[in-house]
């Protein structure tokens, strides 16, 4: 219970950043391609807040470059939950660090969730 509430606030926060002192929205990132050390570096930290990672199963995995230089990285993952099962692709939106690796912002679940995490996704210029 605890786990989606701290989704749905770290969603928030994330979302507020994205509006000026002014509260006109920033403008989206402009789609960049991820070399492939990149993309090793998406999956291992997405793996590392699932409860299974050797079950991850990734699906699209897209990034935006801000003006400010700040990289969002959104996609799917498809993971097993505590019971063994599938969980279905889920989206996720993160960071890429400046001294490398990449940082889970959320991972969507139940319902609004899943929308919020697209929504973010959709802001920052990257469509999943």
Known sequence: M???LLSAVALLSLSACMETSSG????PGTPVQL?????Q?????????????????????????????????????NGKNSYGGYTGMTPFVGVMLSGGGFS??????????????INVCRKSGIAI
Do not use: M, N
């Open 2 to 4: 605890i786990k989606p």
């Open 24 to 27: 006109s929205e920033l403008q």
């Open 35 to 39: 070399s492939s050390a990149q993309v």
């Open 41 to 77: 570096q998406v999956r291992a930290g997405v793996r590392d807040v699932l409860k299974d990672p050797d079950s991850a199963q990734f699906g699209t995995i897209k990034a935006a470059r801000k003006p400010d230089g700040v990289t969002t990285v959104c996609g799917y993952v």
């Open 104 to 117: 889970v912002a959320a991972l969507g679940g139940p319902g609004y969730e899943s929308q919020a995490t």
